[in-house]
């Protein structure tokens, strides 16, 4: 599969996986569940996942790197699999009571307990989901990853109906792990069964660093509501948690999927002896093209999407949502920046780099958070944004060797369509209706415009992402038709 029709597939599953998850959320939150029941669980489901880095152990990174691989080698990774996500289950059940205790809130310890039972079924999704991605048959990847979203919004839709409250997501994170596992093991078996530990020391070896270094990631992005929830209780984590979370989602939307579809295509290029310099500008080109506006859009319409999705008792989350959206625009400048150090063997210096910025993350929403609260803590994030550019530039620069005079023109260009992309929107708060005020037929017609103008700025500018866009739209159902305009475009 080509890494256009790869990324297709991506992206469709993460579409799909999103507008589930999505109207899940939206559901749930604005029928069942108040802020301070959502804070339980994120609390909860963060504690668990800063644990939950070692259920991979590398080994989706390991088996993409494997010049070949056999039964053998496949039997060793799906063992080392299933070992860790026992340890990973035991880990957050041992936390349970301890975290129960420390928040005070007794309903934290059932809930931990049901989370780390969905991690015992991880293993089972793990190797064949590496083993399709090391084919680019991300077709795989498509109905296991709608399928999970399925189980889960299914189960958290009924639950909460029921009045399980904050139990209803836990359980249906275990049923998110369940489907996961049988679909992708009915997709390509690789059950970690007989047991092998002969020849595992590589794979442990390997995994143990790259553990490591997630490790340090996971207490960056994971953290944040257990320090939000400590620091300022139930309320403030459940409204940070929702703005997070809903920002996060729609980044993903725009783009998460393609990140999965580059590495074994960066891989391709590194074993051909190729340049890393150019594509990685591409994928620069592509990231900000998009995410920019997208994520710039949802900040300026942060107080109507909050209000018409999820009804006055969370307006306080617009203001969060509008301030952590921003960031994004600044952790999208440098993508791949975990994928390429590890891809080509800089993981010591990669790992050193992380530790930086996991102090300088968590530093920072401490401060936020004990001077101006919960705003504070969405603030922190932006000031983390411009330090994490800093921190990375020159270590990728070295690392790819892309022309930075080409980056800074790129970085420009999609500027100037992120401005257009927001002009009509904002015109529209300026003349006619405010944020507060502004209905859903105004709403829609003007992010319509915004995008309309967005496409002609990036014709107009002859923006270098517009070549990848086209090409991914002609790889769509009757995209093709669009072939001659594509042609006439890059003609110019």
């Not at 339980?40 to 152990?57: C, G, N």
């Not at 010049?67 to 080392?80: L, N, Y």
């Not at 074994?264 to 080109?285: I, M, N, T």
């Not at 009804?311 to 975990?338: N, Q, R, Y």
Request: glycine share 10%; aromatic share 10%; net charge positive.
């Amino acid at each position: 599969m080509s890494v256009r029709g790869a990324a297709i597939w991506a992206m469709g599953g993460q579409y799909l996986s999103f507008a589930i998850q999505f109207i899940t959320s939206v559901i749930i939150s604005r029928f069942f569940l108040a802020p301070a029941e959502v804070g339980l669980f994120s609390i909860a489901l963060a504690a668990a996942m800063v644990v939950s880095v070692l259920q991979d152990f590398g080994l989706s990174r390991y088996i993409s790197g494997l010049p070949v691989i056999d039964a053998d080698a496949m039997a060793r990774c799906s063992t080392v699999a299933l070992v860790f996500s026992f340890v990973v289950a035991g880990m957050i059940a041992a936390s349970a009571f301890p975290m129960a205790h420390a928040y005070g809130h007794a309903d934290l310890a059932p809930i931990l307990l049901i989370i780390a039972g969905s991690y015992v079924f991880v293993p089972f999704a793990v190797v064949p989901m590496a083993l399709m991605g090391r084919k680019m048959s991300f077709h795989g990847h498509f109905a296991v990853n709608v399928g999970g979203a399925l189980a889960q919004g299914v189960v958290a839709l009924v639950l909460s109906w029921l009045g399980f409250k904050a139990f209803a997501l836990a359980w249906a994170t275990l049923a998110n792990g369940v489907a996961r596992g049988m679909i992708a093991q009915l997709l390509r078996p690789a059950l970690p069964w007989p047991l092998r530990f002969d020849g595992v020391l590589p794979i442990v070896s390997t995994g143990s660093r790259l553990t490591t270094l997630y490790a340090c990631g996971a207490l960056g992005n994971r953290t944040p509501d257990m320090i939000v929830g400590k620091l300022l209780g139930l309320l403030s984590v459940g409204l940070y948690s929702r703005a997070a979370s809903l920002s996060d989602q729609f980044r993903m939307l725009i783009s998460g999927a393609i990140g999965s579809v580059f590495f074994p295509a960066f891989a391709r290029k590194r074993d051909a002896g190729e340049p890393l310099g150019p594509p990685y500008l591409r994928v620069v080109a592509g990231y900000t093209a998009v995410i920019w506006p997208g994520m710039a859009g949802l900040a300026l319409a942060a107080q109507p999407v909050v209000h018409l999705l999820y009804g006055d008792k969370w307006m306080e989350v617009a203001p969060l949502l509008a301030t952590i959206s921003l960031t994004e625009i600044f952790l999208v400048m440098l993508p791949l920046h975990t994928d390429l150090p590890i891809l080509l063997g800089r993981l010591n210096k990669l790992m050193v780099f992380n530790v930086i910025d996991t102090v300088m993350s968590l530093s920072l929403l401490a401060v936020g958070c004990l001077w101006f609260g919960t705003l504070g803590a969405a603030g922190s994030r932006v000031v983390y944004g411009v330090f994490w550019v800093a921190l990375y530039a020159r270590f990728l620069q070295g690392l790819v060797g892309f022309d930075v005079r080409a980056l800074l023109i790129t970085y420009a260009k999609s500027g100037i369509a992120t401005l257009a992309a927001l002009a009509p929107l904002a015109a529209v708060y300026a003349l006619w209706m405010g944020p507060r005020v502004i209905t859903l037929p105004v709403l829609i017609p003007a992010v319509g415009a915004g995008i309309g103008l967005w496409l002609v700025t990036l014709v107009l500018i002859r923006h270098p992402a517009l070549d990848d866009l086209f090409g991914l739209i002609t790889h769509l159902p009757g995209g093709h038709r669009l072939r001659p305009l594509h042609q006439a475009i890059t003609a110019r």
